[in-house]
Protein backbone atom coordinates (compact mmCIF):
# COMPACT_ATOMS: atom_id res chain seq x y z
CA UNK A 1 0.00 0.00 0.00
CA UNK A 2 2.61 2.43 1.47
CA UNK A 3 4.74 1.53 -2.53
CA UNK A 4 1.82 2.17 -4.35
CA UNK A 5 1.02 5.51 -3.21
CA UNK A 6 4.91 6.59 -3.04
CA UNK A 7 4.50 5.42 -6.59
CA UNK A 8 1.76 7.65 -7.59
CA UNK A 9 2.75 10.47 -6.05
CA UNK A 10 6.35 10.74 -7.36
CA UNK A 11 5.07 9.67 -10.59
CA UNK A 12 4.46 12.04 -13.06
CA UNK A 13 1.15 11.89 -14.01
CA UNK A 14 -0.45 12.15 -18.07
CA UNK A 15 -2.01 15.33 -16.89
CA UNK A 16 1.02 16.83 -15.59
CA UNK A 17 2.97 15.83 -18.60
CA UNK A 18 0.57 17.67 -21.25
CA UNK A 19 1.06 20.91 -18.89
CA UNK A 20 4.64 20.66 -20.00
CA UNK A 21 3.85 20.19 -23.29
CA UNK A 22 1.58 23.40 -23.03
CA UNK A 23 3.57 25.51 -21.89
CA UNK A 24 6.24 24.35 -23.67
CA UNK A 25 4.71 25.30 -26.90
CA UNK A 26 3.33 28.45 -25.63
CA UNK A 27 6.90 29.79 -24.64
CA UNK A 28 8.10 28.74 -28.14
CA UNK A 29 5.27 30.48 -29.97
CA UNK A 30 6.67 33.73 -27.69
CA UNK A 31 10.29 33.21 -28.96
CA UNK A 32 9.22 33.56 -32.13
CA UNK A 33 7.39 36.73 -32.66
CA UNK A 34 9.77 38.23 -29.97
CA UNK A 35 12.90 37.24 -32.64
CA UNK A 36 10.46 38.32 -35.69
CA UNK A 37 9.30 41.78 -33.71
CA UNK A 38 13.41 42.10 -32.32
CA UNK A 39 14.54 41.44 -35.55
CA UNK A 40 12.42 43.99 -37.59
CA UNK A 41 13.35 46.56 -34.82
CA UNK A 42 17.21 45.73 -35.05
CA UNK A 43 16.71 45.82 -38.98
CA UNK A 44 15.53 49.50 -38.88
CA UNK A 45 18.23 50.53 -36.26
CA UNK A 46 20.77 49.69 -38.63
CA UNK A 47 19.48 50.22 -42.01
CA UNK A 48 18.09 53.91 -40.56
CA UNK A 49 21.09 54.54 -39.00
CA UNK A 50 23.26 53.38 -41.62
CA UNK A 51 23.09 56.88 -43.71
CA UNK A 52 24.69 58.51 -40.22
CA UNK A 53 27.12 56.24 -39.68
CA UNK A 54 28.47 55.10 -43.67
CA UNK A 55 27.18 58.44 -45.06
CA UNK A 56 28.79 60.65 -42.41
CA UNK A 57 25.50 62.76 -42.78
CA UNK A 58 24.92 64.91 -39.60
CA UNK A 59 21.59 64.33 -37.82
CA UNK A 60 20.83 67.83 -37.92
CA UNK A 61 20.97 67.92 -41.97
CA UNK A 62 18.69 65.19 -41.79
CA UNK A 63 16.47 66.56 -38.89
CA UNK A 64 15.74 70.37 -39.70
CA UNK A 65 17.36 70.77 -43.03
CA UNK A 66 14.58 71.51 -45.27
CA UNK A 67 16.00 70.18 -48.78
CA UNK A 68 15.05 66.82 -49.78
CA UNK A 69 16.46 65.35 -52.67
CA UNK A 70 19.22 62.22 -51.28
CA UNK A 71 22.34 62.17 -53.60
CA UNK A 72 21.62 65.79 -54.41
CA UNK A 73 23.26 68.33 -52.97
CA UNK A 74 21.73 71.85 -51.26
CA UNK A 75 22.24 75.58 -52.68
CA UNK A 76 24.77 75.46 -49.91
CA UNK A 77 26.60 72.48 -51.02
CA UNK A 78 25.92 70.46 -48.21
CA UNK A 79 23.68 66.47 -49.07
CA UNK A 80 20.06 67.08 -49.45
CA UNK A 81 18.40 65.03 -47.13
CA UNK A 82 16.27 67.12 -45.09
CA UNK A 83 13.09 65.67 -44.10
CA UNK A 84 12.13 68.32 -42.36
CA UNK A 85 9.21 68.86 -45.20
CA UNK A 86 7.84 65.79 -44.58
CA UNK A 87 7.79 66.09 -40.68
CA UNK A 88 6.29 69.58 -40.79
CA UNK A 89 3.45 67.64 -43.32
CA UNK A 90 3.38 64.81 -40.74
CA UNK A 91 2.78 66.49 -37.73
CA UNK A 92 0.33 69.09 -39.74
CA UNK A 93 -2.55 66.53 -41.32
CA UNK A 94 -2.12 64.39 -37.76
CA UNK A 95 -2.50 67.60 -35.41
CA UNK A 96 -5.27 68.85 -37.36
CA UNK A 97 -7.02 65.60 -38.53
CA UNK A 98 -7.15 64.91 -34.66
CA UNK A 99 -8.18 68.42 -33.76
CA UNK A 100 -11.21 68.33 -36.17
CA UNK A 101 -12.47 64.61 -35.23
CA UNK A 102 -12.25 64.65 -31.52
CA UNK A 103 -15.20 66.83 -31.15
CA UNK A 104 -17.04 65.09 -33.68
CA UNK A 105 -16.08 61.70 -32.19
CA UNK A 106 -16.72 62.65 -28.60
CA UNK A 107 -20.04 64.07 -29.47
CA UNK A 108 -21.32 61.30 -30.73
CA UNK A 109 -20.01 58.72 -27.99
CA UNK A 110 -21.73 61.01 -26.11
CA UNK A 111 -24.78 60.39 -27.97
CA UNK A 112 -23.96 56.71 -28.02
CA UNK A 113 -23.75 56.16 -24.37
CA UNK A 114 -25.83 58.91 -22.60
CA UNK A 115 -28.84 59.62 -25.09
CA UNK A 116 -29.45 57.47 -27.48
CA UNK A 117 -31.82 54.54 -26.98
CA UNK A 118 -29.79 50.93 -26.91
CA UNK A 119 -31.49 50.49 -30.68
CA UNK A 120 -29.73 53.66 -31.58
CA UNK A 121 -27.04 52.88 -30.22
CA UNK A 122 -26.47 49.95 -31.59
CA UNK A 123 -27.02 51.23 -35.34
CA UNK A 124 -24.26 53.64 -34.80
CA UNK A 125 -21.83 50.90 -33.28
CA UNK A 126 -22.38 49.06 -36.95
CA UNK A 127 -22.00 52.43 -39.01
CA UNK A 128 -18.25 53.08 -36.76
CA UNK A 129 -17.11 49.57 -37.59
CA UNK A 130 -18.08 49.47 -40.97
CA UNK A 131 -16.04 53.01 -41.33
CA UNK A 132 -12.90 50.90 -39.62
CA UNK A 133 -13.72 47.94 -42.14
CA UNK A 134 -13.40 50.37 -45.19
CA UNK A 135 -9.97 49.76 -46.69
CA UNK A 136 -7.89 53.08 -47.12
CA UNK A 137 -7.22 52.46 -50.66
CA UNK A 138 -10.70 53.06 -51.00
CA UNK A 139 -10.54 56.60 -48.56
CA UNK A 140 -7.96 57.61 -50.60
CA UNK A 141 -9.82 56.92 -54.54
CA UNK A 142 -12.79 59.02 -52.44
CA UNK A 143 -10.33 61.78 -51.44
CA UNK A 144 -8.50 61.95 -55.22
CA UNK A 145 -12.17 62.01 -56.61
CA UNK A 146 -14.22 63.73 -54.13
CA UNK A 147 -11.95 66.08 -51.57
CA UNK A 148 -9.71 67.03 -53.86
CA UNK A 149 -11.40 68.61 -56.56
CA UNK A 150 -13.83 70.18 -53.75
CA UNK A 151 -11.20 71.40 -51.94
CA UNK A 152 -9.35 72.82 -55.56
CA UNK A 153 -12.77 74.28 -56.38
CA UNK A 154 -13.40 76.02 -52.91
CA UNK A 155 -9.92 77.22 -51.76
CA UNK A 156 -8.12 77.60 -55.20
CA UNK A 157 -4.38 75.92 -55.69
CA UNK A 158 -4.13 72.17 -57.28
CA UNK A 159 -6.49 70.96 -54.11
CA UNK A 160 -3.86 68.40 -53.53
CA UNK A 161 -2.31 69.40 -49.77
CA UNK A 162 -2.84 69.18 -45.96
CA UNK A 163 -6.11 70.46 -45.98
CA UNK A 164 -7.01 66.99 -48.64
CA UNK A 165 -5.09 65.01 -46.26
CA UNK A 166 -6.41 66.17 -43.13
CA UNK A 167 -10.13 65.90 -44.31
CA UNK A 168 -9.25 61.99 -45.23
CA UNK A 169 -7.76 61.46 -42.00
CA UNK A 170 -10.87 62.93 -40.07
CA UNK A 171 -13.09 60.43 -41.56
CA UNK A 172 -10.37 57.14 -40.93
CA UNK A 173 -9.25 58.05 -37.52
CA UNK A 174 -13.08 59.16 -36.20
CA UNK A 175 -13.96 55.73 -36.34
CA UNK A 176 -10.93 54.64 -33.65
CA UNK A 177 -11.26 58.07 -31.66
CA UNK A 178 -15.22 57.10 -31.31
CA UNK A 179 -15.30 53.67 -30.38
CA UNK A 180 -12.24 53.96 -27.56
CA UNK A 181 -14.11 57.06 -26.18
CA UNK A 182 -17.17 55.59 -26.15
CA UNK A 183 -15.50 52.88 -23.90
CA UNK A 184 -14.49 55.44 -21.96
CA UNK A 185 -17.19 56.55 -21.39
CA UNK A 186 -19.19 53.51 -20.23
CA UNK A 187 -16.38 53.02 -17.81
CA UNK A 188 -17.54 55.98 -15.90
CA UNK A 189 -19.53 54.26 -12.79
CA UNK A 190 -23.28 55.09 -13.18
CA UNK A 191 -22.94 55.94 -9.20
CA UNK A 192 -21.10 58.99 -10.83
CA UNK A 193 -24.20 59.77 -12.68
CA UNK A 194 -26.45 59.08 -10.01
CA UNK A 195 -24.72 61.25 -7.25
CA UNK A 196 -24.53 63.99 -10.19
CA UNK A 197 -28.31 63.93 -10.90
CA UNK A 198 -29.04 63.63 -7.06
CA UNK A 199 -27.78 66.89 -6.41
CA UNK A 200 -29.43 68.40 -9.10
CA UNK A 201 -27.83 68.73 -11.84
CA UNK A 202 -29.55 68.58 -15.38
CA UNK A 203 -28.55 65.48 -17.65
CA UNK A 204 -26.29 67.63 -19.75
CA UNK A 205 -24.26 69.16 -16.79
CA UNK A 206 -24.43 65.37 -15.54
CA UNK A 207 -22.47 64.85 -18.79
CA UNK A 208 -20.20 67.16 -19.11
CA UNK A 209 -18.82 67.93 -15.64
CA UNK A 210 -18.83 64.50 -14.31
CA UNK A 211 -18.54 61.94 -17.35
CA UNK A 212 -16.36 63.70 -19.66
CA UNK A 213 -14.33 65.38 -16.46
CA UNK A 214 -14.36 61.35 -15.36
CA UNK A 215 -13.45 59.51 -18.56
CA UNK A 216 -10.73 62.76 -19.80
CA UNK A 217 -7.77 60.36 -19.22
CA UNK A 218 -9.70 57.87 -21.48
CA UNK A 219 -10.62 60.23 -23.66
CA UNK A 220 -7.31 61.44 -24.37
CA UNK A 221 -5.93 58.00 -24.61
CA UNK A 222 -8.73 58.06 -27.23
CA UNK A 223 -7.10 60.71 -29.75
CA UNK A 224 -3.64 59.94 -28.98
CA UNK A 225 -4.36 56.60 -30.62
CA UNK A 226 -6.48 58.60 -33.59
CA UNK A 227 -3.47 60.63 -34.04
CA UNK A 228 -0.73 57.19 -33.86
CA UNK A 229 -2.95 55.74 -36.60
CA UNK A 230 -3.00 59.33 -38.52
CA UNK A 231 0.83 59.70 -38.45
CA UNK A 232 1.47 56.06 -39.72
CA UNK A 233 -1.40 56.27 -42.56
CA UNK A 234 0.56 56.20 -45.75
CA UNK A 235 -1.67 54.99 -49.04
CA UNK A 236 -4.76 57.06 -48.73
CA UNK A 237 -2.82 60.23 -47.59
CA UNK A 238 -0.10 59.63 -50.43
CA UNK A 239 -2.78 59.69 -52.73
CA UNK A 240 -4.20 63.50 -51.97
CA UNK A 241 -1.59 65.51 -50.29
CA UNK A 242 0.46 66.21 -53.80
CA UNK A 243 3.94 64.51 -53.25
CA UNK A 244 6.23 67.17 -52.72
CA UNK A 245 9.04 67.38 -50.63
CA UNK A 246 8.42 70.67 -49.60
CA UNK A 247 7.91 72.84 -47.27
CA UNK A 248 4.06 73.26 -47.08
CA UNK A 249 3.27 77.30 -47.60
CA UNK A 250 -0.23 76.77 -46.66
CA UNK A 251 -3.01 74.06 -46.35
CA UNK A 252 -3.79 73.91 -50.62
CA UNK A 253 -0.05 73.72 -51.52
CA UNK A 254 1.40 70.04 -52.58
CA UNK A 255 3.33 68.85 -49.76
CA UNK A 256 4.35 65.46 -48.18
CA UNK A 257 4.36 63.18 -45.25
CA UNK A 258 7.03 60.54 -43.96
CA UNK A 259 5.04 57.86 -45.18
CA UNK A 260 4.43 58.81 -48.00
CA UNK A 261 7.40 60.05 -48.78
CA UNK A 262 8.49 56.01 -48.24
CA UNK A 263 6.15 54.68 -49.88
CA UNK A 264 6.08 56.29 -53.39
CA UNK A 265 10.18 56.26 -53.06
CA UNK A 266 11.02 53.11 -52.13
CA UNK A 267 10.48 51.55 -55.39
CA UNK A 268 12.74 52.98 -56.65
CA UNK A 269 16.07 53.30 -55.19
CA UNK A 270 18.87 50.56 -54.82
CA UNK A 271 19.67 48.68 -51.52
CA UNK A 272 22.75 50.35 -49.67
CA UNK A 273 22.53 53.40 -51.62
CA UNK A 274 22.02 56.92 -50.40
CA UNK A 275 18.72 57.29 -51.30
CA UNK A 276 17.87 54.35 -50.10
CA UNK A 277 19.13 54.77 -46.47
CA UNK A 278 17.69 57.84 -46.86
CA UNK A 279 14.36 56.52 -46.47
CA UNK A 280 15.21 53.99 -44.45
CA UNK A 281 15.98 56.94 -41.84
CA UNK A 282 12.55 58.23 -42.18
CA UNK A 283 11.13 54.39 -41.49
CA UNK A 284 13.25 54.75 -38.29
CA UNK A 285 11.77 58.31 -37.62
CA UNK A 286 8.07 56.65 -38.14
CA UNK A 287 9.27 54.18 -35.45
CA UNK A 288 10.41 55.94 -32.45
CA UNK A 289 7.26 58.27 -33.41
CA UNK A 290 4.73 55.17 -32.62
CA UNK A 291 7.00 54.52 -29.92
CA UNK A 292 6.39 57.82 -28.09
CA UNK A 293 2.91 57.41 -29.13
CA UNK A 294 2.46 54.05 -27.24
CA UNK A 295 4.81 55.68 -24.35
CA UNK A 296 2.27 58.89 -24.35
CA UNK A 297 -0.75 56.28 -24.08
CA UNK A 298 0.99 54.56 -21.32
CA UNK A 299 1.63 57.43 -19.35
CA UNK A 300 -2.34 58.64 -19.69
CA UNK A 301 -3.58 55.29 -18.83
CA UNK A 302 -1.36 54.81 -15.46
CA UNK A 303 -2.67 58.58 -14.60
CA UNK A 304 -5.92 57.82 -15.02
CA UNK A 305 -7.38 54.43 -14.05
CA UNK A 306 -9.89 54.83 -12.22
CA UNK A 307 -9.29 53.36 -8.58
CA UNK A 308 -11.82 51.22 -7.04
CA UNK B 1 -45.78 66.80 16.97
CA UNK B 2 -43.91 68.52 14.51
CA UNK B 3 -44.62 69.26 11.32
CA UNK B 4 -45.06 66.79 8.36
CA UNK B 5 -42.43 67.83 5.49
CA UNK B 6 -43.01 64.77 3.19
CA UNK B 7 -45.49 62.40 2.95
CA UNK B 8 -46.51 59.37 0.39
CA UNK B 9 -50.07 58.73 -0.02
CA UNK B 10 -51.59 55.16 -1.48
CA UNK B 11 -48.10 54.56 -3.04
CA UNK B 12 -47.91 52.28 -5.80
CA UNK B 13 -44.77 50.88 -7.28
CA UNK B 14 -43.97 48.40 -10.32
CA UNK B 15 -40.95 47.51 -12.23
CA UNK B 16 -42.72 46.05 -15.47
CA UNK B 17 -45.11 43.85 -14.13
CA UNK B 18 -43.27 43.16 -10.55
CA UNK B 19 -44.75 45.24 -7.78
CA UNK B 20 -42.98 46.95 -5.24
CA UNK B 21 -44.55 48.94 -3.03
CA UNK B 22 -48.11 48.52 -2.61
CA UNK B 23 -49.97 51.42 -1.01
CA UNK B 24 -47.67 52.99 1.07
CA UNK B 25 -48.86 55.81 3.49
CA UNK B 26 -46.17 57.40 5.79
CA UNK B 27 -45.72 60.65 6.96
CA UNK B 28 -42.16 62.24 8.14
CA UNK B 29 -41.79 64.99 10.30
CA UNK B 30 -39.41 67.96 10.42
CA UNK B 31 -36.27 67.51 12.49
CA UNK B 32 -36.54 63.88 12.57
CA UNK B 33 -33.85 61.09 11.85
CA UNK B 34 -36.63 58.15 10.29
CA UNK B 35 -35.09 54.92 9.87
CA UNK B 36 -36.88 52.64 7.46
CA UNK B 37 -35.76 49.02 8.13
CA UNK B 38 -36.58 45.12 6.52
CA UNK B 39 -35.53 42.35 5.19
CA UNK B 40 -33.88 42.52 1.41
CA UNK B 41 -35.62 43.62 -1.13
CA UNK B 42 -38.50 44.53 0.93
CA UNK B 43 -39.21 47.80 -0.89
CA UNK B 44 -37.48 50.21 1.60
CA UNK B 45 -34.66 51.12 -0.63
CA UNK B 46 -37.30 51.73 -3.69
CA UNK B 47 -39.12 53.71 -1.29
CA UNK B 48 -36.40 56.33 -0.66
CA UNK B 49 -35.79 56.50 -4.04
CA UNK B 50 -39.29 58.00 -4.79
CA UNK B 51 -39.24 60.70 -2.57
CA UNK B 52 -36.86 62.53 -4.57
CA UNK B 53 -37.62 60.76 -8.24
CA UNK B 54 -34.00 58.75 -8.44
CA UNK B 55 -36.65 56.10 -9.65
CA UNK B 56 -37.13 57.92 -12.83
CA UNK B 57 -34.17 56.95 -13.98
CA UNK B 58 -34.88 52.70 -13.79
CA UNK B 59 -36.40 51.59 -16.92
CA UNK B 60 -39.83 50.37 -17.01
CA UNK B 61 -41.29 51.65 -13.79
CA UNK B 62 -44.39 53.02 -13.34
CA UNK B 63 -45.99 54.94 -10.09
CA UNK B 64 -49.15 55.53 -9.05
CA UNK B 65 -50.32 57.94 -5.95
CA UNK B 66 -48.65 61.29 -4.62
CA UNK B 67 -45.96 61.48 -2.32
CA UNK B 68 -46.56 65.25 -1.21
CA UNK B 69 -43.27 67.11 -0.42
CA UNK B 70 -44.59 70.37 1.67
CA UNK B 71 -47.99 69.88 0.29
CA UNK B 72 -46.62 69.82 -3.35
CA UNK B 73 -47.19 66.86 -5.27
CA UNK B 74 -43.75 65.82 -6.51
CA UNK B 75 -45.06 63.49 -9.30
CA UNK B 76 -47.00 66.09 -10.48
CA UNK B 77 -46.39 66.46 -14.44
CA UNK B 78 -44.81 69.77 -14.14
CA UNK B 79 -42.51 69.26 -11.18
CA UNK B 80 -38.45 70.68 -11.96
CA UNK B 81 -36.27 67.99 -10.34
CA UNK B 82 -33.66 69.82 -10.60
CA UNK B 83 -35.12 71.78 -8.19
CA UNK B 84 -36.41 68.83 -6.54
CA UNK B 85 -33.50 66.64 -5.93
CA UNK B 86 -31.28 70.43 -4.70
CA UNK B 87 -34.41 70.46 -1.89
CA UNK B 88 -34.54 66.76 -1.32
CA UNK B 89 -30.28 65.71 -1.32
CA UNK B 90 -29.25 61.55 -1.44
CA UNK B 91 -26.30 60.06 0.00
CA UNK B 92 -25.68 56.80 -1.23
CA UNK B 93 -24.74 53.10 -0.15
CA UNK B 94 -21.40 52.91 -1.75
CA UNK B 95 -19.30 56.57 -1.02
CA UNK B 96 -19.47 57.83 -4.51
CA UNK B 97 -17.32 61.01 -4.83
CA UNK B 98 -16.27 62.20 -7.86
CA UNK B 99 -12.89 61.31 -8.50
CA UNK B 100 -12.07 65.08 -8.43
CA UNK B 101 -10.65 67.10 -5.37
CA UNK B 102 -12.46 67.23 -1.56
CA UNK B 103 -13.10 70.68 -2.67
CA UNK B 104 -14.54 70.13 -6.07
CA UNK B 105 -16.80 67.66 -4.77
CA UNK B 106 -17.91 69.35 -1.90
CA UNK B 107 -18.67 72.60 -4.63
CA UNK B 108 -19.48 71.01 -7.37
CA UNK B 109 -23.67 71.42 -6.59
CA UNK B 110 -22.69 75.14 -5.58
CA UNK B 111 -20.69 75.41 -9.04
CA UNK B 112 -23.83 73.84 -10.76
CA UNK B 113 -26.21 76.46 -9.32
CA UNK B 114 -23.86 78.75 -10.68
CA UNK B 115 -22.08 80.38 -7.78
CA UNK B 116 -18.80 82.03 -8.98
CA UNK B 117 -17.43 83.90 -5.96
CA UNK B 118 -14.61 82.15 -4.61
CA UNK B 119 -15.05 83.33 -1.48
CA UNK B 120 -18.62 82.05 -1.06
CA UNK B 121 -17.61 79.01 -1.99
CA UNK B 122 -14.70 78.27 0.42
CA UNK B 123 -17.32 79.20 3.14
CA UNK B 124 -19.58 77.02 2.14
CA UNK B 125 -17.27 74.04 1.32
CA UNK B 126 -15.65 74.65 4.90
CA UNK B 127 -19.27 74.76 6.56
CA UNK B 128 -20.41 71.70 4.82
CA UNK B 129 -17.39 69.57 5.96
CA UNK B 130 -17.61 70.84 9.59
CA UNK B 131 -21.27 69.60 9.63
CA UNK B 132 -20.51 66.71 8.19
CA UNK B 133 -17.56 66.55 11.04
CA UNK B 134 -14.74 65.95 8.35
CA UNK B 135 -13.00 69.05 8.15
CA UNK B 136 -10.31 68.15 10.72
CA UNK B 137 -9.34 65.55 8.81
CA UNK B 138 -9.48 66.93 5.03
CA UNK B 139 -8.59 70.79 5.89
CA UNK B 140 -4.84 70.91 4.87
CA UNK B 141 -6.14 68.23 1.60
CA UNK B 142 -9.08 70.18 -0.17
CA UNK B 143 -7.33 69.83 -3.25
CA UNK B 144 -6.45 65.84 -3.20
CA UNK B 145 -7.82 63.74 -4.72
CA UNK B 146 -11.50 62.29 -2.85
CA UNK B 147 -11.09 58.99 -4.10
CA UNK B 148 -7.59 58.66 -1.72
CA UNK B 149 -9.56 59.16 1.46
CA UNK B 150 -10.86 55.98 3.44
CA UNK B 151 -14.74 54.64 3.02
CA UNK B 152 -15.64 56.60 6.05
CA UNK B 153 -13.83 59.33 5.30
CA UNK B 154 -15.73 59.31 1.62
CA UNK B 155 -19.30 58.90 2.79
CA UNK B 156 -18.70 62.66 5.24
CA UNK B 157 -17.33 63.87 2.38
CA UNK B 158 -20.56 62.91 0.23
CA UNK B 159 -22.40 63.72 2.86
CA UNK B 160 -20.66 67.37 2.68
CA UNK B 161 -21.08 67.82 -0.78
CA UNK B 162 -24.77 67.06 -0.07
CA UNK B 163 -25.31 69.50 2.68
CA UNK B 164 -23.46 72.21 0.20
CA UNK B 165 -26.93 72.72 -1.69
CA UNK B 166 -28.57 73.19 1.30
CA UNK B 167 -31.25 70.48 0.97
CA UNK B 168 -34.32 70.35 3.60
CA UNK B 169 -34.34 66.69 3.72
CA UNK B 170 -31.45 64.21 3.05
CA UNK B 171 -31.95 60.70 1.99
CA UNK B 172 -29.39 58.01 3.23
CA UNK B 173 -29.64 54.96 1.31
CA UNK B 174 -27.97 52.58 3.50
CA UNK B 175 -25.22 54.94 4.30
CA UNK B 176 -22.62 52.78 7.05
CA UNK B 177 -23.53 49.54 5.29
CA UNK B 178 -19.86 49.92 3.46
CA UNK B 179 -18.29 50.67 6.33
CA UNK B 180 -15.81 49.52 9.25
CA UNK B 181 -17.87 50.23 13.37
CA UNK B 182 -15.29 53.47 13.77
CA UNK B 183 -16.22 55.41 10.79
CA UNK B 184 -20.19 54.18 10.91
CA UNK B 185 -20.32 55.17 14.61
CA UNK B 186 -18.94 59.03 12.89
CA UNK B 187 -21.50 59.06 10.57
CA UNK B 188 -24.23 58.39 13.14
CA UNK B 189 -22.77 61.39 15.31
CA UNK B 190 -22.86 63.29 12.05
CA UNK B 191 -26.09 62.69 11.66
CA UNK B 192 -27.80 63.33 14.91
CA UNK B 193 -25.97 67.15 14.80
CA UNK B 194 -27.54 67.65 11.77
CA UNK B 195 -31.11 66.54 12.62
CA UNK B 196 -30.97 69.84 13.95
CA UNK B 197 -31.26 71.35 10.78
CA UNK B 198 -32.06 69.00 8.56
CA UNK B 199 -35.08 66.26 8.29
CA UNK B 200 -32.98 62.97 7.47
CA UNK B 201 -34.81 59.84 6.06
CA UNK B 202 -32.58 56.83 6.06
CA UNK B 203 -33.13 52.85 4.90
CA UNK B 204 -30.53 50.49 7.31
CA UNK B 205 -30.12 47.32 7.89
CA UNK B 206 -28.38 47.96 11.11
CA UNK B 207 -31.17 47.38 13.87
CA UNK B 208 -28.77 48.42 16.36
CA UNK B 209 -28.51 51.76 14.39
CA UNK B 210 -31.72 52.22 13.90
CA UNK B 211 -32.41 51.91 17.67
CA UNK B 212 -29.48 54.26 18.24
CA UNK B 213 -30.23 57.14 16.10
CA UNK B 214 -33.38 57.36 15.09
CA UNK B 215 -36.96 59.05 16.53
CA UNK B 216 -39.21 57.01 13.88
CA UNK B 217 -38.76 53.65 12.62
CA UNK B 218 -40.81 52.58 9.57
CA UNK B 219 -40.42 47.84 9.43
CA UNK B 220 -40.63 47.28 5.72
CA UNK B 221 -41.98 44.32 4.30
CA UNK B 222 -42.68 42.47 1.21
CA UNK B 223 -43.48 45.57 -0.29
CA UNK B 224 -45.26 47.08 2.08
CA UNK B 225 -45.70 48.73 5.90
CA UNK B 226 -45.71 46.31 8.46
CA UNK B 227 -45.58 49.07 11.20
CA UNK B 228 -44.66 52.53 11.43
CA UNK B 229 -43.85 53.98 14.85
CA UNK B 230 -41.40 56.01 17.49
CA UNK B 231 -38.34 54.26 17.82
CA UNK B 232 -38.53 53.51 21.20
CA UNK B 233 -42.01 52.00 20.80
CA UNK B 234 -41.11 49.67 18.09
CA UNK B 235 -38.08 48.71 19.36
CA UNK B 236 -39.47 47.66 23.13
CA UNK B 237 -42.84 46.92 22.38
CA UNK B 238 -44.11 46.09 18.25
CA UNK B 239 -47.63 45.85 17.76
CA UNK B 240 -47.54 42.86 15.10
CA UNK B 241 -45.86 39.98 15.64
CA UNK B 242 -43.78 40.17 11.87
CA UNK B 243 -42.04 43.19 13.39
CA UNK B 244 -41.32 41.51 17.29
CA UNK B 245 -39.73 38.36 15.05
CA UNK B 246 -37.38 40.20 12.28
CA UNK B 247 -36.17 42.65 15.34
CA UNK B 248 -35.52 39.14 17.64
CA UNK B 249 -33.86 38.40 14.76
CA UNK B 250 -36.35 35.35 13.79
CA UNK B 251 -35.82 36.55 9.74
CA UNK B 252 -34.25 38.91 7.59
Redesign the interface.
Known sequence: MDNKLKQQLHTKSKTAKYEQRGKLASIMMLVLIMVVVLGIIGFILIKGTSMFFNDKIKISDFLFSTFWNPGGKTPTGNPAVGALPMIVGSFSVTLLAALVATPFAVGTAIYMTELSSKRGAGVLQVVTELLVGIPSVVYGFIGLTVVVPAVRHLFGGSGFGILAGTIVLFVMILPTIVSMTVDALKSV?N??R?????????QW?TIW??VL??ASPGILTAVVFGMARAFGEALAVQMVIGNAALMPHNLVSPSATLTSVLTAGMGNTVMGSLQNNALWSLALLLLLMSLFFNLLIHLIGRKGA??K | MAEVIIESKQLDLFYGYFQALKKINLQFETNQIAALIGPSGCGKSTFLRCLNRMNDLVDGVKIDGEVLYEKQDIYAPNTNLVELRKQIGMVFQQPNPFPFSVYDNVAFGLRLAGVKDKKLLDEKVEKSLRQAAVWEEVKDKLHTNALSFSGGQQQRICIARVLAVSPKIILLDEPTSALDPISSAKIEETLINLKKEYTIIMVTHNLAQASRISDKTVFFMDGQVVEAAATKKMFLNPEKTATADYLAGKFG
Open positions: PHYQASLALGATQKVRSFK
